[in-house]
């Protein structure tokens, strides 16, 4: 590798550091490019060479974190057992207990998801097809071993179940909840879901 590209490197590594720092200790929208640049001991420019918006920086952060929880996953996924519902309760909880170690970080991932203004680069929460295909590779699963329905629409599960997953974050932003009550909430969100998944008795039967 070059000089002047292991100088980018190293200066893109400080910008995404101190991004982190100061998303999860200020808050993503409080947060200015020019306090991420500040801790970093670069440029304004210099960050903006390397990334197109605050939304990019917020995204390669996220992206860098997922990788380790992907990681993860994949190394247990093998390993859970019981019915499509328990098997998805075991993901989801897997996601909490990651997630609430920088639990302000995540919701500055969710929240990025409703603003309008994201460059099309941007990949806030939903917008990464990692978990949409963790969740859908489950649900399809489900559907080989017969408890899910054949006929069952599996995006439109995806979609409930990610929807279901972001709205209990509102439990850490307003009471401080912790992974394991988010979790407990999330398993009688996944039970009501299940009740809609699950296959239908012929009536030829």
Same mark, same amino acid.
């Given at each position: 590798?070059?000089?002047r590209k292991?100088?980018?490197?190293?200066?893109?590594?400080?910008?995404?550091d101190a991004a982190r720092e100061l998303f999860e200790s200020k808050g993503y929208d409080t947060t200015t490019v020019r306090e991420i640049a500040q801790l970093a001991a670069v440029s304004v420019g210099s960050v903006f060479t390397t990334f197109s918006s605050k939304g990019d920086i917020l995204s390669q952060v996220m992206a860098d974190r997922l990788d380790a929880l992907y990681g993860e996953l994949d190394r247990l996924a093998p390993h859970l057992r019981g019915s499509t519902s328990d098997r998805l309760r075991s993901i989801f909880?897997?996601?909490y207990a990651f997630?609430?170690?920088r639990t302000r970080l995540f919701l500055a991932h969710i929240a990025a998801a409703y603003n309008w203004a994201l460059t099309p680069s941007s990949r806030p929460y939903g917008r990464n097809p990692r978990?949409?295909?963790?969740?859908?590779d489950c649900l399809?699963?489900?559907? @080989?071993? $017969?408890d899910v329905d054949p006929a069952g629409d599996l995006d439109l599960m995806v979609d409930a179940l990610m929807a279901s997953y972001a709205w209990t974050y509102r439990l850490a932003a307003w009471e401080n909840a912790d992974a394991e009550t988010m979790s407990a909430v999330m398993d009688r969100h996944i039970g009501l879901i @299940?009740? $809609?998944f699950r296959p239908r008795p012929s009536e030829n039967a």
């Open positions: 590798m070059s000089v292991t100088q980018k490197e190293a200066t893109r590594q400080r910008v995404l909880a897997i996601h997630e609430t170690r978990l949409r295909n963790v969740i859908r399809a699963e489900g559907k @080989a071993r $017969g @299940a009740d $809609g």
